[in-house]
């Protein structure tokens, strides 16, 4: 028996390709804005050329931009967690027992149709203006795709495989640690990458409306005083974090969902 | 006989449809019998009951005169797919049942030929390999009774014949005793000691004496065959 032809392969070695191709598009974006405005053809006011943002961004490292993306990098990460770790907890509540979900469920998809912008005010009244209510609405717009993920992951468990979990009399908790919850992961990992987004989506709105500092403060300062190059630089600057968050999760996905059998695995 | 597996079901519904009624059948110490019956007769129902998965009947089972209600580790289970746990190694999913014992897997991934298959994950086996890697997990709490749900139907010829001969050297080294639900009467002759007929009426056993190691096709159990399937036939003649 050829025992030896088994390999475990990881990750395919031939991505490299994809990234040059990746970048394309926005090369050809920036030279497309940067030869318009140099030409004339389109104002510099309304759009800055990419090597003025990039001097606007120069400039303002030398004046709290990195105190702006720290403010805001660690709002999306305190209210993310915060959202994330009891949509796990309430989607797991919900997925686990007929009653909570009758009694949770209904509540919370009443709570989710709720669009982000109507919690501003309320949660400036009751909260004031400093960082709660930021984190509140920030952790708002993470928990509901983790709960939902949470929720569709654990009630899609193959039901043969929690039947081998009984055969081997594992109580409620060693089958929830054991079987349902790894076999819920891929679920869980696409509603923690939607609500990050959406946490930082919910941070540009919370900023907006009421800070001092960072990148929403950014663009909200950069409309007022008629500055479209500090309003884009935030802006990539936001694309830049939000990208850059995202690949750590798509990281912890790699390495904790490397077991999957599927077509975006042999892709 | 000595009697080590004792099962009688006086009663099995399923709400109003009555599946088994006054099921009694025993196995002696190291004996392979086999379960054959059309489908929908209750064959894996019969099963599940032996297992301890299944405690909605009236009767009672017994190991080695102890009665038992529940899953226990004296009686493993290898079901019809191999489910196995995706994220898990082989070598993982033959310990899940029980505290984690590095050479006893070690022992069982040989005994069912898959040594240097530990660390590959289920989707990296082939389907007779993730049933073998089943069958070593059935074999890790280290039961005295395996009970098999139709264990080979999902495989191609070749390999169905490769895990019956996995299956005989396992239990007549541990002197296994077995009860396997098969729909294929060639299979339950060749593995067995008796082949059990389960009709609407009472269960028919019949005796396979064969000697072993037994050849596929030498036609030794040709009179027991004729015999199981003419009453197959009229059990289930309308």
Redesign the interface.
């Known amino acids: 028996?050829n025992?030896?032809a088994?390999s475990?392969p990881r990750q395919p070695a031939k991505r490299s390709w994809r990234f040059p191709l990746g970048l394309l598009l926005p090369a050809i974006l920036l030279i497309a804005a940067e030869t318009g405005v140099r030409s004339g053809a389109v104002p510099a006011n309304m759009l800055p050329a990419p090597s003025q943002v990039l001097q606007t961004l120069v400039e303002l490292s030398g004046h709290g931009l990195g105190a702006h993306v720290a403010s805001s990098t660690l709002r999306v990460l305190l209210g993310f967690i915060g959202g994330a770790a009891l949509g796990v907890l309430l989607g797991a509540a919900v997925a686990l027992s007929r009653r909570t979900e009758a009694i949770l469920d209904p509540t919370l998809q009443a709570l989710r149709a709720i669009p982000s912008l109507a919690w501003v005010p309320l949660l400036l009244l009751w909260l004031g203006i400093d960082e709660a209510p930021k984190l509140v609405l920030i952790a708002i717009g993470a928990f509901f795709p983790v709960y939902m993920g949470t929720v569709a992951g654990i009630g899609g468990v193959d039901r043969?495989?929690v039947?081998?979990g009984?055969?081997?009399?594992l109580g409620r908790g060693a089958l929830l640690r054991?079987?349902l919850l790894?076999?819920a992961?891929p679920s869980v990992m696409t509603g923690l990458r939607n609500g990050l987004g959406l946490a930082w989506m919910f941070m540009v709105a919370a900023e907006l409306i009421a800070a001092s500092r960072g990148l929403g403060y950014l663009l909200s300062d950069g409309r007022e005083t008629s500055r479209a190059d500090i309003v884009i630089a935030a802006i990539v600057l936001l694309a830049l974090l939000g990208k850059a968050s995202d690949s750590g999760l798509r990281a912890l996905e790699r390495r904790y969902l490397g077991?999957?059998?599927s077509f975006q695995a042999i892709q | 006989m000595t009697v080590l597996f004792n099962l009688a079901i006086d009663s099995k519904r399923h709400g109003e449809r009555q599946v088994l009624r006054d099921v009694r059948l025993s196995l002696a110490p190291g004996e392979i019998v086999s379960l054959v019956g059309a489908s929908g007769c209750g064959k894996s129902t019969l099963l599940a009951i032996a297992a301890g998965l299944d405690v909605a009947y009236r009767g009672r089972v017994l190991l080695g005169g102890a009665s038992i209600r529940g899953p226990v580790d004296g009686i493993g289970l290898v079901f019809q797919e191999p489910r196995l746990f995706p994220w898990l190694t082989a070598a993982q999913n033959i310990a899940f049942g029980g505290v984690a014992d590095a050479a006893r897997v070690d022992a069982l991934l040989h005994d069912v030929g898959l040594a240097a298959y530990g660390a590959a994950l289920p989707h990296q086996l082939s389907g007779g390999q993730a049933q073998r890697v089943a069958i070593a997990r059935g074999l890790y709490t280290q039961p005295r009774v395996l009970l098999l749900d139709e264990p080979f139907s999902a495989v191609d010829a070749f390999t169905r014949m490769q895990l019956q001969d996995v299956l005989l050297a396992v239990a007549a080294a541990r002197q296994l005793t077995v009860l396997l639900v098969t729909h294929d009467i060639d299979e339950a002759l060749h593995l067995s000691d008796r082949v059990v007929l389960l009709g609407p009426g009472a269960l028919e056993s019949f005796s396979v004496a064969a000697p072993r190691p037994r050849v596929r096709g030498d036609g030794a159990s040709a009179a027991v065959k004729r015999a199981l399937l003419e009453q197959l036939q009229a059990s289930h003649a309308f």
Do not use: F, G, I
């Open positions: 028996m025992t030896r088994l475990l043969k495989l039947e081998v009984r055969l081997y009399r054991r079987v790894p076999a992961l077991w999957r059998d």
